[in-house]
């Protein structure tokens, strides 16, 4: 069994964080300040040792890639981020395209939503750090160039030869079959039999095989735990707060003040809970042939979001293995696959992390072992496909 990481780049300096949120920012800024805002809520998350490490350095990424196959985590799923050219984060996985001997398979997810300041902003009065255009088939070209050296890359992740490439939000690519088509000919112009397309689905109604907009993609990953809260916290709800952004709009407009529109986004902690997530992830019925099922360890995003944040209660190694172990079950016998995405090897101003911290050790690590290796799914690491 594949169990793919989805792994963050964001900790190492870059020209455009220093300028947008001050020198020195990383990931880590944002970790350092978090705060206990409910009783039952694990925060503040320290990394073992207190290892704030700093991805420009290529030791760091020996010591993950060491750690994933000691653990039976078989690569990473890194995030990409290209504007038309212009690239955000590039450091890591450029470094390790130039360090063959770390030992480690990976693909890209491009991240193809523009960048924006809403971390500290929500949703209301967010601004614009760069937009994520597209192009034609100019732009297309220059950006699959971009990525061919980490195709040809033994260690890339493939499925009979066709490297994986995994899209964040295919929704908003205007021109997608065309752009997908044309990558796939000059994969095939450049000596492979294609490419091998995925997207993130957490939110099933936008995107997916039932409305058949995901025609052009082999895999939908369902990237959790988004997708299955997305489908617990019911319609009714949805439906609450879309009535609640509705008069709130049009009292602003009728008042001509901008009052009720900051109202929409008031401040409200958001607690979820642990194992009706997970069970959902367990028992929901398979959506399309094309599914890959997910995992998640936990989730927390009040360090970047504080009280606009959310949590989950009850989230422990101990219930992540108990669960685990019933999705490498599912993964095999229900969605046919050999592959699970999990969030993820370093989201830590998320929550979700495999990495050791001070209150966990290697708890969530020590759990993909036991859990692959008593389902007889610990990972063939000289098997390159």
């Known amino acids: 069994m594949k169990v793919i990481a989805y792994y963050l780049p964001q ?106 300041n809403q971390w500290v902003s929500g949703n209301n009065g967010r601004k614009m750090l760069i937009e994520q255009t597209y192009g034609g088939k100019d732009e297309w070209r220059s950006h699959f160039e971009y990525l061919l050296p980490f195709f040809k890359d033994k260690r890339y992740i493939n499925e009979n030869g066709k490297p994986l490439v995994v899209i964040y939000r295919p929704d908003l690519i205007e021109e997608l079959d065309n752009m997908l088509n044309f990558w796939n000919d000059l994969a095939c112009h450049n000596g492979f039999p294609g490419l091998c397309y995925a997207y993130q689905n ?66 409200r902690l958001v607690k979820r809970d642990y194992d009706r997530i997970w069970n959902d992830i367990i028992s929901h019925k398979l959506q399309s042939p094309k599914c890959i099922p997910g995992a998640f360890t936990d989730w927390d995003n009040t360090p970047r979001r504080q009280t606009r944040g959310s949590f989950f209660v009850g989230a422990s190694p101990e219930k992540f293995a108990y669960y685990f ?38 708890g969530y690590l020590e759990a993909i072992k036991k859990v692959l290796e008593k389902n007889g799914e610990f990972p063939d690491y000289g098997d390159r496909v």
Not at 326 to 352: Q, S
């Open 11 to 116: 900790y190492h300096e870059i020209p455009e964080n220093n300028e947008w949120w001050g020198k020195g920012f990383t990931e880590w800024v944002n970790l350092k300040k978090a705060k206990q805002l409910d009783e039952r809520q694990y925060q503040p998350r320290i990394p073992l040792n207190e290892n704030y490490y700093d991805l420009s350095d290529i030791n760091v990424m020996k010591w993950q890639a060491d750690l994933a196959k000691e653990y039976g985590v078989y690569g990473f799923c890194i995030y990409h981020y290209w504007f038309n050219g212009h690239k955000l984060l590039e450091k890591p996985v450029e470094n390790l395209l130039r360090h063959p001997e770390i030992d480690v398979h990976y693909c890209l997810c491009w991240a193809n939503e523009n960048w924006t």
């Open 202 to 267: 957490a939110d099933q109604n936008v995107f997916n095989y039932a409305n058949g907009k995901d025609r052009s993609f082999d895999y939908q990953i369902e990237y959790q735990p988004g997708f299955s809260y997305r489908r617990t916290r019911g319609k009714i709800r949805n439906s609450a707060v879309k009535f609640k952004k509705l008069i709130f709009r049009s009292l602003g407009i009728l008042f001509h003040t901008q009052k009720f529109s900051t109202m929409i986004y008031q401040e």
């Open 325 to 362: 172990d019933k999705l490498v079950k599912k993964a095999r016998e229900v969605y046919k696959k050999d592959m699970i995405f999990i969030f993820a090897w370093n989201e830590w101003t998320e929550g979700g992390y495999l990495e050791p911290d001070e209150k966990h050790g290697y």
